[in-house]
């Protein structure tokens, strides 16, 4: 069976609405022999004539008659489907968003973005899920609806992204620490005992490449894999954490942080998320709601 074409819904519809070849073909724009054209085609394609001769005009046959409400559904359904999608009603609307961050986000970010999305969406729950690793397989599978961090290569190429904020890093300690007094030099930054943070095995990172340009080597006495433990252990002894600022701004609260006295790259966190997830409305108003709130703490 060939398929059919559905083009002729349309043409239908505005023929039995109108019940004439002329003010069709006005209507749609057509000349009146394409039109009658168009009616042939018809008349082949559902084996009745639709429209037929009485007097000066045409009337429909019954089985125009039983083809005339469906039909106009029908292209209203198609028209609805074609058409851009709607945002609901984010007032009535009920959803659960998966978000996949690095530990700090949400200490830092997740209150205000909690409190704004309640505000708009009551019905709308944020789940949040640590990031582990930096595999674009949880976007591609959409088991995780929008992540945040550092872009990189390990990410998928259709994976979309758009920039947060910038982020330096700082050295934390204790209150009351040595380094928490006076001005802090490479040479008195590297003697101290230091916490290493890595999430790959690696000893050795940014901080070690600044300052090994400087002939200065640090003394690592422990590897964490996270902000919140490297903290943990600086606010708890004389180690010194190195950690991301603005990612730990609340993680921080109690303790000393000072800028680093080597220069050291700047990392861009932005959010990413999969192209599938582009045009939906409600995605797209959460996405301009994080970078709101990241925007305002900066």
Known sequence: MSTPDFNLLITLDVLLAEGSVARAAERLRLS???????????????GDPLLVRAGRGLVPTPRALELRERVGQLVQDVEAVLR???APSLQHLVRTFTLRTREGFVENF????????SEQAPGVRLRFVPKLDKDSGPLRDASV?????????????EVRTRALFRDRFVGVVRAGHSL????ITPARYA?????GLTRRGRDQGLID????????????????GGFAAALALAQASDLIATVPELHTGNLRAGMHSFALPIVTPEITIAMLWHPRMDADPVHRWLRGLVWEVC???R
């Open 209 to 224: 490449d600044a300052l090994s340009a400087q002939g200065l080597e640090r003394e690592i006495a422990t590897i964490v």
């Open 32 to 46: 009146p022999s394409a039109m009658s054209r168009a009616l042939a085609r018809l008349r082949e394609t559902t």
């Open 191 to 195: 003697a101290g005992r230091h916490i």
């Open 110 to 117: 997740g209150p205000e973005l909690i409190a704004r999305v």
């Open 84 to 86: 851009p999608a709607e």
């Open 180 to 183: 928490s007094q006076g001005a």
């Open 145 to 157: 609806d929008l992540e945040t961090g550092v872009v990189s290569g390990a990410m998928g190429p």
């Open 295 to 297: 925007a305002a703490g």
